[in-house]
């Protein structure tokens, strides 16, 4: 087999202009590229290619497809130096060296790991394919029935649920923070084996890393001593456990479709402020059985993040739904992928909240005030109660007509300002108030009263604002403006 590690020169030669369409790699890569072939059309379609077996047999049978017409596109290639072995770069020289003798047009990034295990280089690559990629571009990855094995039992003994032993997908969209793009894996239902034979027929000049066999980690363990003991017991181990998978992603789907409908029916939208605060009615949780409880929150609490939270911390959750009592103080404390977040209950709502946007919450409003007729002159005036580089909550405040003499005043709300909302029979104030607002006792220093002091010299309270409500009072009517509390988060 014409494998190489770090040999130069290396051998090159122009892929086969033809190939049968009835070979395994050639049928299972056409038949996926039908199944989604909606979503296909129009984008652009890259190749991450690591110069191993596997991503360089997809690349040539792409290669052979598309000149003999019978596929449509040609994938551009992506490689990753990450630069965390001596022959990286030669590594990368034999990838775009290759690809330029095919035709293929090639990238070569290079990037940093922050690490030196493979779940680190794993993620700098990703990483650096992301950044390069514009919104819903589609990455073209070479993982076959074998690596499906391998991820389902590094799952199993990890002790995964429904939805990570459905394994990999064939087609998956990846939110990040940079955009959204496509996942495409054509090849989950190929074997190794098949992949092996084709390149040593071909003589495909690929890159034999020696950590993927040799590796400490856990994948490398499964495949020197696990599967080969498997197909020991069983010659159809690999594609009998391929095939739980998919079996698994049908009742994943269901389940998730499932837990999709109760978040929903328990979401409340009016005090929800994605991503940084959401919220759910505990009475709605609590109709739920305890199998749709558990998922539900899986769901909603991975929001946002790639990877969900343990089991440990979704029975926490599940035991401050239960109490009977909603006046407690539970913090319970959740360090996701991505952020850190904080899950609380005040009375019958539960919420997930960012730990910055508590942070963001602890900062003081700042007072504010404005004639009404400068504000007629420029027709809006904007007030900004609160700002940093994440977030930033402003009052817009418009007159009816042209003021004169008249100030409009922004300020914190105190414990011991008494106000009357159009809701309320009588006054209130301190801690009645907020109770019977429902604030929760991290926004109380978040509240601020709207005021007008008119020709007359009266101070007209005219509304209560939070970052996400407002609370018209009883005297609004004798105002003449118009007024949009607006928060704004900062892509």
């Known amino acids: 087999m014409n494998s190489m590690s ?45 110069g191993g077996r596997d991503s360089m047999a997809l690349a040539a049978v792409c290669v052979a497809l598309y000149r003999q017409g019978a596929l449509p596109f040609l994938p551009q290639m992506l490689h990753v130096d990450h630069g965390m072995q001596t022959v990286s770069k030669t590594w990368a020289m034999h990838v775009q060296a290759w690809a330029e003798a095919q035709g293929l047009p090639c990238r070569v990034l290079c990037t940093h790991v922050l690490g030196h ?53 064939p087609w998956r969209v990846q939110m990040t923070d940079a955009g959204r793009y496509q996942l495409w894996r054509p090849w989950l239902n190929v074997r190794r084996d098949d992949i092996s034979d084709y390149a040593k027929l071909q003589q495909l000049p690929y890159i034999n890393d020696p950590t993927n066999d040799t590796g400490d980690n856990q994948r490398s363990q499964l495949r020197r001593h696990i599967m080969p003991a498997l197909t020991a017991l069983n ?45 759910l009615s505990v009475p709605a949780l609590q109709l739920l059985p305890m199998s749709r409880l558990r998922q539900c929150l899986h769901t909603w609490l991975s929001f946002d993040e790639p990877l969900p939270p343990s089991k440990q911390r979704v029975d926490d959750v599940i035991a401050l739904i239960q109490r009977e009592s909603s006046n407690h103080q539970t913090d319970i404390y959740w360090q996701g992928a991505k952020h850190s977040y904080h899950i609380r209950r005040y009375q019958d709502t539960l919420y997930r909240l960012d730990h910055t946007w508590l942070a963001w919450l602890d900062m003081p409003i700042k007072p504010q005030q404005f004639d009404l007729d400068d504000a007629f002159d420029h027709n809006q005036s904007a007030l900004i109660l609160r700002a940093d580089d994440k977030y930033r909550w402003q009052i817009s405040v418009q007159p009816a007509k042209a003021i004169t003499d008249s100030r409009v005043h922004v300020q914190a709300l105190t414990r011991q300002t008494k106000v009357q909302t159009i ?21 109380r220093d978040s509240v601020a009263i709207i005021s007008v002091t008119n020709a007359h010299g009266q101070h007209l309270p005219i509304a209560l604002v939070s970052p996400y409500q407002t609370w018209p009072l009883m005297n609004k009517a004798a105002a003449p403006i118009a007024y949009n509390n607006d928060l704004l988060i900062a892509p």
């Open 235 to 279: 010659p159809q181990a690999i594609d009998n456990i391929t095939r739980s998978a998919a079996l698994l992603r049908d009742a994943a789907d269901t389940v998730q479709a499932q837990a999709d409908t109760d978040i929903e029916q328990a979401a409340l939208h009016f005090i929800e402020h994605p991503p940084v605060q959401r919220a």
């Open 6 to 50: 770090s040999i130069l020169p290396y051998p090159i030669k122009t892929h086969a202009n033809t190939m049968d369409v009835q070979h395994p790699l050639a049928r299972a890569l056409l038949r996926s590229f039908a199944e989604n072939h909606d979503m296909l059309r129009g984008r652009r379609v890259w190749l991450a290619c690591s």
């Open 423 to 443: 809701c309320m029979t009588h006054p209130q104030r301190g801690k009645k108030l907020y109770q019977y607002l429902g604030i929760p006792a991290w926004l």
């Open 117 to 169: 295990d493979e779940q680190a280089a794993r993620h700098a690559r990703y990483h650096a394919m992301q950044a390069h990629m514009a919104k819903d571009d589609v990455l073209m990855l070479a993982h076959h029935s074998d690596d499906q094995a391998e991820t389902l039992l590094m799952r199993l003994i990890q002790g995964a649920g429904v939805q990570g032993l459905a394994g990999m997908q």
